[in-house]
T-cell receptor
Framework: GQSLEQPSEVTAVEGAIVQINCTYQTSGFYGLSWYQQHDGGAPTFLSYNGLDGLEETGRFSSFLSRSDSYGYLLLQELQMKDSASYFCAVRDRGRRDDKIIFGKGTRLHILP | DSGVTQTPKHLITATGQRVTLRCSPRSGDLSVYWYQQSLDQGLQFLIQYYNGEERAKGNILERFSAQQFPDLHSELNLSSLELGDSALYFC?????????????FGPGTRLLVL
């Protein structure tokens, strides 16, 4: 089947670094994306990995290892406004279907 | 503001009824996606249209249908509504930059079925 696993909650301190992991199981992997969603808001795109390695966008970085079916989102210099839910998502283009699968989200709590 | 618009923002209706949710993508985006987000199920992909044609399909119920019109706006039709259909429904549009697909989400329509 198809599934994504990510931790339900993570807590970190303002100014610190936090890593949110995502493991996936798909039949036809076609890229891993990360989205941020604040309470009451819509998801917003953060990062995309189509190939192995690290992608950096400001304070956010994302990593992918296709051989390990694993990726992570790294948030540096945490700010209180980073308190939100973070979702990993995979495009699965199998032989018979094409769908997008989201993880259940990781709620990031930031302590002052 | 993502540039994607959705109407209405809120919708309250009764079981057994039918509703239509509307989405206008960002200017120039050809793809439109529909998602359902409920507390216990997270974000569920329903369906994708690309330039008027169905491109990808998720776990969309038979009671639900969607279409994309020539002007690229899309509508999601939900019929024979049940209490469990109460959720936030998001539309997203996307642009493909060399294989990287970035989705821009609208503000959502909150549906409450009583």
């Amino acid at each position: 089947g198809q599934s994504l696993e990510q931790p339900s909650e993570v807590t970190a301190v303002e100014g610190a670094i936090v890593q949110i992991n995502c493991t996936y199981q798909t039949s036809g992997f076609y890229g891993l994306s990360w989205y941020q969603q604040h309470d009451g808001g819509a998801p917003t795109f953060l990062s995309y990995n189509g190939l192995d390695g690290l992608e950096e966008t400001g304070r956010f970085s994302s990593f992918l290892s296709r051989s390990d079916s694993y990726g992570y989102l790294l948030l540096q210099e945490l700010q209180m406004k980073d308190s939100a839910s973070y979702f990993c998502a995979v495009r699965d283009r199998g032989r018979r279907d094409d769908k997008i699968i989201f993880g259940k989200g990781t709620r990031l709590h930031i302590l002052p | 503001d993502s540039g994607v618009t959705q109407t209405p923002k809120h919708l309250i209706t009764a079981t057994g009824q039918r509703v239509t949710l509307r989405c206008s993508p960002r200017s120039g985006d050809l793809s439109v996606y529909w998602y359902q987000q409920s507390l216990d199920q997270g974000l569920q992909f329903l369906i994708q249209y690309y330039n008027g044609e169905e491109r990808a399909k998720g776990n969309i119920l038979e009671r639900f249908s969607a279409q994309q019109f020539p002007d690229l706006h899309s509508e999601l039709n939900l019929s024979s509504l049940e209490l469990g259909d109460s959720a936030l429904y998001f539309c997203a549009s996307s642009v493909d930059r060399g294989g990287q697909e970035t989705q821009y989400f609208g503000p959502g329509t909150r549906l409450l079925v009583l």
